[in-house]
């Protein structure tokens, strides 16, 4: 068995397996911003969710980009 998984710890670097990402994301949202005059009630809680893609170019930097849904009424 040792023999048999020698000759692919050779293609380790070679073979990325953690390059990409995708990730889906819910959650809750709420404004307090300029528009408002008080802070944020239970009332005006909505449901949100997002939507991600990440690209790993190696330990320390990561490219994202991702889009989100929000139900503001």
Do not use: H
């Amino acid at each position: 068995m040792k023999f048999f998984v020698a000759p692919f710890l050779l293609f380790v670097n070679i073979c990325p397996g953690q390059g990409w990402e995708i990730e889906v994301v819910g959650g809750v949202s709420g404004y307090n911003g300029d528009l408002t005059q008080k802070l944020i009630s239970l009332k005006t809680i909505r449901a949100a969710a997002n939507l991600n893609l990440k690209c790993n170019l190696d330990n320390t930097v990561v490219l994202r980009a991702g889009i989100a849904l929000v139900n503001v009424i």
